[in-house]
């Protein structure tokens, strides 16, 4: 049984969307500390920033608008859960598909994230998680055309990928075709794509598939990351309440510690001393 938790800790924070736009700010102003530099190491720091920090979260918020816990009003929430996927590629609608179905069959074979995996590497050994960036967008982008779904479901996320390359199109020409490429692309395909493999990590490989207290890892990343990431390192209380805001999954967290210990969570601490364990370890689940 699921211990419950207070009433008003469920559904979407004030600070959701706020927040997703300070993500915007964070990345045009490091846009504008590159190019106002010339240098090539302001430059390089930069797209090391906007992959890892504003990139990363505004991911994190888009995950909560899956959940609907952006916004209360639907349309805010479903515009800018597209708007989130979007920036970095994604379809909002595909990725619901393949979140929820993660979230209805965790630890089977019919976990999308299990049949990702599996598909880099048979057994799944934590280096298998290197090749997430390398597949990661097709696999989630065509997910509602591959496995059963509603026909309005994958029109709607055909639709999405249609404008989503509509508005990369526009990025492309509003800032130049190197500068695109410098602040857009290069960020998803590097320190993005690094940091998405280590936090995913560490939320799933290694851990016991018989109890859902046990099957996610959570951590203690550190203040730092829990701000620069809203607290999307506490995953085993988002997996035990995923109607909860990441805001306010400290107050979860709080509120079932005793729980937890009792039933033996896995609560690591460091987010990337973790990660490289994890890296090496051959067996994703244990019995």
Do not use: K
């Not at 430059?43 to 990363?56: C, D, N, Q, S």
């Not at 390398?134 to 029109?155: D, E, L």
């Not at 410098?182 to 109890?211: G, Q, Y």
């Not at 039933?263 to 990660?275: K, Y």
Request: proline share 7%; glycine share 8%; net charge positive.
């Amino acid at each position: 049984m699921i211990e419950s938790i207070p009433r008003e800790l469920r559904g979407p924070h004030p600070w959701a969307i706020p927040r997703a736009m300070l993500d915007l700010v964070l990345w045009g102003a490091a846009i504008a500390v590159a190019g106002g530099s010339g240098r090539p190491w302001v430059t390089a720091l930069a797209v090391v920033w906007i992959g890892a920090v504003p990139m990363h979260d505004l991911l994190v918020h888009g995950h909560d608008g899956v959940h609907g816990l952006l916004s209360r009003r639907r349309p805010l929430n479903e515009v800018a859960t597209w708007a989130t996927h979007a920036l970095v590629g994604l379809s909002g609608t595909a990725y619901r598909s393949f979140h929820l179905d993660h979230h209805r069959h965790l630890g089977t074979r019919r976990d999308p994230e299990e049949r990702l995996l599996a598909g880099i590497a048979a057994g799944i050994p934590g280096w298998a998680y290197l090749g997430v960036p390398v597949v990661a967008h097709a696999f989630v982008n065509t997910y509602p055309f591959r496995y059963p779904r509603w026909a309005a479901v994958r029109m709607r996320a055909a639709a999405e990928l249609v404008a989503t390359a509509a508005l990369h199109v526009g990025l492309a020409a509003a800032v130049g075709v190197r500068a695109y490429g410098l602040f857009v692309l290069l960020p998803i395909l590097t320190s993005l794509s690094a940091v998405v493999v280590l936090r995913s990590i560490c939320e799933h490989h290694a851990t016991n598939p018989n109890d859902p207290w046990t099957h996610t890892r959570t951590m203690n990343a550190g203040r730092l990351l829990d701000v620069l990431w809203s607290n999307t390192s506490y995953h085993l209380e988002h997996h035990l309440h995923p109607y909860v805001s990441c805001h306010r999954l400290p107050s979860v967290r709080r509120a079932l510690a005793a729980e937890m210990v009792r039933r033996g969570s896995p609560i690591d601490d460091g987010l990337f001393r973790t990660a490289w364990a994890l890296l090496w370890n051959p067996q994703h689940v244990r019995s």
